[in-house]
T-cell receptor, first 113, second 117 residues
Framework: DQQVKQNSPSLSVQEGRISILNCDYT??????FLWYKKYPAEGPTFLIS?????DKNEDGRFTVFLNKSAKHLSLHIVPSQPGDSAVYFC????????????FGGGTRLMVKP | EPEVTQTPSHQVTQMGQEVILRCVPISNHLYFYWYRQILGQKVEFLVS????????KSEIFDDQFSVERPDGSNFTLKIRSTKLEDSAMYFC???????????????FGPGTRLTVL
């Protein structure tokens, strides 16, 4: 039951360029979305989130866009840096229904110097 | 910066044995979680815990699993009789709000790698 999907297992980007990571979901009850970043041998680290009442949220180099009608969200990183190389997970939750996060499969981002 | 810690970092056990995975959540957090990630698969929710009781659990969290907050700082996950398919990375997380209408950021620990032989 893949309620949250990240169709690109990997992405390679040149340093300084934009990285765009995509995520699709099927459960229309999801109303909060989060992006986590994970380095090897570490736990996921929260990056940025967005509520379903918004279509964009920006924090420094990171921007998340939400298209509810398409059930699609994306994370933009600009400019990309080599230290951004990690696995990025999209996650979703239903507010007022407990705190369970449903994760996508992750996208491995490689930023080349 | 406060962080979630987990011990041990790697646990190897024989099938059928009991294991206890330990976590120290961030001190002022009230909500605690366990997730797992089988190699090559997604991070999956197991259970959430608040006010000394389970608030939500997934279908993975069957009778073989239990959680406990034995004192004011630790949060444990026990697997009573491990199976080969329990081999995974187990992540503990904590948060200081339940979410509801507002965002709830879950802080994750580094994980315990459980290997069942």
């Amino acid at each position: 039951d893949q309620q949250v999907k990240q169709n690109s297992p990997s992405l390679s980007v040149q340093e300084g360029r934009i990285s765009i990571l995509n995520c699709d979901y099927t459960n229309s009850m999801f109303d909060y979305f989060l992006w986590y970043k994970k380095y090897p041998a570490e736990g996921p680290t929260f990056l940025i989130s967005i509520s379903s009442i918004k279509d964009k949220n920006e924090d420094g180099r990171f921007t998340v866009f939400l298209n509810k009608s398409a059930k699609h969200l994306s994370l933009h990183i600009v400019p990309s840096q080599p230290g951004d190389s990690a696995v990025y997970f999209c996650a979703a939750k239903v507010n007022n229904a407990g705190n369970m996060l449903t994760f996508g499969g992750g996208t491995r981002l490689m930023v080349k110097p | 910066e406060p962080e979630v810690t987990q011990t041990p970092s790697h646990q190897v056990t024989q099938m059928g044995q009991e294991v206890i995975l330990r976590c120290v959540p961030i001190s002022n957090h009230l909500y605690f979680y366990w997730y797992r990630q089988i190699l090559g698969q997604k991070v999956e929710f197991l259970v959430s815990f608040y006010n000394n009781e389970i608030s939500e659990k997934s279908e993975i969290f069957d009778d073989q699993f239990s959680v406990e907050r034995p004192d004011g700082s630790n949060f444990t996950l026990k697997i009573r009789s491990t199976k080969l398919e329990d081999s995974a990375m187990y992540f503990c997380a904590s948060s200081d709000t339940s979410g509801g209408a507002s965002y709830n950021e879950q802080f994750f620990g580094p994980g315990t790698r459980l290997t069942v032989l």
